[in-house]
């Protein structure tokens, strides 16, 4: 099976979770996730099954947008509702001073390019292993300063001690990470109780489809039944809109398929195009090398 198909990831399982559920769902196992989603969050998680994995690099930088929910009072030492509270709940001595309009404030400066440490308790490897590990092992975590990009961080409600907010950030950056340096600057603590993915890149909540729907919809994938879930994946024309579409001949397609270059009608000036035979069968990622000689970097055979 081949495809890119949107999960509504639910809360409590790992995004690798989700890629061991599809592989049982469809019988596909050659099946990766673009941008890993924490266990407790839910929502948007993009995944590439069969020769569509070897289009990942192509969806790394994909800014990601989420509504979700922190707790005021203490941080944790995951940042999130899962770890050891940090500290006694300092709440009800801080609650009169801590009003909706100082938080919105204060997130003002999270707006735009900022520093960010990412959370020990996170998947950024240090020689080689993943910081979690040696979190949970209680060795130190000494993690490097990272430039994220926050384009939106509005804070929409409060109630007591939980604040809602909507936000987008760049790839790689950590809704937890923003979330404990708020507390921090509050002077009370923070943590991430919950958190719902609504987009990730051009992929959006609502042409997501959940696990569940998913096992309903045709559970004996494996055995060659898989048709009625490919039908559920993004057309193919619509991935990666940054590079135009171009549908090929016969005798260019022989020559692509083996790593040769050729001329196509594609007349604009971007870099790389979508090349296919038919309407829906994507057979390369091609260079454009000059005018219009493209050279295939990608090949889906």
Not at 3 to 9: F, N, P, R, S
Not at 35 to 49: E, K, R, W
Not at 55 to 63: D, I, M, R, V
Not at 105 to 116: L, N, S, V
């Amino acid at each position: 099976m081949n495809g890119l198909l949107v999960i509504d990831k639910p809360s409590g399982i790992t995004s690798h979770d989700v890629v061991a559920q599809m592989r049982r769902i469809t019988g596909e196992k050659s099946i990766g996730h673009l941008g890993t989603l924490d266990p407790i969050a839910t929502g948007v998680l993009p995944v590439l099954l069969g020769k569509y994995t070897r289009l990942a690099q192509y969806f790394s930088h994909a800014e990601k947008s989420y509504t979700g929910a922190m707790r005021l009072g203490f941080a944790t030492d995951t940042y999130d509702a899962e770890g050891t509270p940090e500290g006694p709940d300092r709440w009800p001595q801080f609650s009169s001073g801590v009003t909706l309009g100082r938080i919105r404030a204060m997130a003002i400066r999270f707006r735009g390019d900022i520093e960010q440490t990412p959370p020990a308790f996170s998947a950024k490897k240090i020689a080689g292993k993943p910081a979690y590990e040696l979190a949970r092992e209680g060795k130190p975590v000494e993690l490097k300063v990272e430039i994220v990009h926050v384009s939106s961080f509005v804070i929409t409600a409060m109630e007591g001690a939980k604040v809602t907010f909507n936000l987008a950030i760049s790839a790689g950056g950590y809704v937890r990470s923003i979330v404990h340096d708020l507390g921090e600057d509050l002077e009370c603590g923070a943590h991430l109780t919950s958190l719902r993915r609504t987009k990730a890149g051009v992929f959006s909540i609502e042409e997501a489809h959940t696990l569940d729907e998913l096992k309903a919809l045709d559970g004996n994938a494996a055995v060659g039944h898989g048709s009625a879930i490919e039908a559920l994946c993004v057309h193919p024309r619509t991935l990666l809109p940054e590079m135009p579409p171009v549908t090929a001949d016969v005798e260019s397609l022989g020559r692509l398929r083996n790593g040769a270059q050729v001329n196509l009608p594609e007349f604009s000036d971007a870099p790389l195009v979508k090349v296919f035979e038919g309407q829906s069968d994507l057979v390369a990622i091609a260079r454009r090398v000059a005018g219009t000689l493209f050279q295939p970097i990608v090949v889906m055979v």
